[in-house]
């Protein structure tokens, strides 16, 4: 049975910097790659950044809201997908959730990231 289980979200000011953690059950992590989505108040999931197996380098382009701050990196060691986001702005709430890219079917609970003064 596969878990994905975030953690690391929590309220921040704008401007400031929150780093979200997934560890994941099962041997297939390390062959995969894996990603970060996020579902704000009122619309849909939407996929903000990918990684490949090896974590040598995000091939697939960040969300473009995102780029030059959030950062995703990957610890195959310890099955552990890592999200760094840095200047939030409001905009960036909303519940952050990891799983495989394409997706598995089952999801995580996910981590509440709110972004407010």
């Known amino acids: 049975q596969v878990q994905l289980v975030e953690s690391g979200g929590g309220l921040v000011q704008p401007g400031g910097s929150l780093r979200l953690s997934c560890a994941v059950s099962?041997?297939?992590?390390?062959?995969?790659?894996m990603a970060w989505y996020r579902q704000a108040p009122g619309k849909g999931r939407e996929l903000i950044a990918t990684?490949?197996?090896?974590?040598?380098?995000?091939?697939?382009p960040y969300e473009d809201s995102v780029k030059g701050r959030f950062t995703i990196s990957r610890d195959n060691a310890k099955n552990t997908v890592y999200l760094q986001m840095s200047s939030l702005k409001p905009e960036d709430t909303a519940v952050y959730y990891c799983?495989?890219?394409?997706?598995?079917?089952?999801w995580g609970q996910g981590t509440q990231v709110t972004v407010s003064s």
């Open positions: 099962g041997t297939w992590f390390s062959i995969n790659a």
């Open positions: 799983n495989k890219q394409p997706p598995l079917k089952d």
């Open positions: 990684i490949t197996p090896t974590g040598r380098a995000s091939i697939i």
